[in-house]
């Protein structure tokens, strides 16, 4: 990468940015939730509060849940970063065991922070293969919802540890 650019890879492709302020660039300040959004066209990732108060934002970057308005795309230089478009399976279009427990379990409604909670089980299950419902409970701490009742999702957590076993 040159001097004034920037290497992104997203979902397995690799991106190249110059940073700069103009058309097509990708400024200093942008956050890897706008450059995923707006610059990739990857509007999987959702931006709640903006704050990282909410968690729907939450992309894996090298493996690591982040919260994606929070988070400089500057800093994500030749780094891997997931979202939620990357669980699929390339070649065949299933999903994701977590993204199917999620659908089996009804752990969504309207669907806003299920990207965000989906990324950070992704990442728990890849850590811990059976984590405890407290473990579960604390990775989950930082996404906030209103609609469903985490029940659900803890549900789908149980169901995509059976699906990985």
Request: aromatic share 4%; net charge negative; glycine share 14%.
């Amino acid at each position: 990468m040159k001097e004034n650019g920037l290497l992104l890879m997203v979902n397995g492709q690799s991106y190249e940015f110059k940073i700069g302020t103009g058309p097509g660039e990708v400024s200093p300040s942008h956050t890897l939730a706008r450059t995923l959004r707006e610059d990739l066209g990857l509007t999987g990732t959702k931006v709640g509060c903006n704050k990282g108060e909410c968690g729907a934002c939450t992309v894996l970057l090298e493996g690591t849940p982040v919260l994606s308005c929070l988070t400089l795309t500057v800093e994500c230089n030749g780094k891997r970063v997931t979202t939620i478009e990357g669980l699929e399976d390339p070649e065949t279009g299933e999903l994701d065991p977590v993204q199917q427990s999620f659908l089996e379990s009804g752990a969504f409604q309207c669907g806003f922070c299920t990207p965000g909670m989906i990324m950070t089980v992704k990442a728990l299950l890849g850590d811990m293969p059976a984590p405890t419902e407290l473990e579960i409970k604390e990775a989950l701490s930082g996404h906030y919802c209103r609609c469903i009742s985490h029940y659900h999702v803890l549900d789908a957590v149980g169901r995509a540890i059976g699906k990985r076993g």
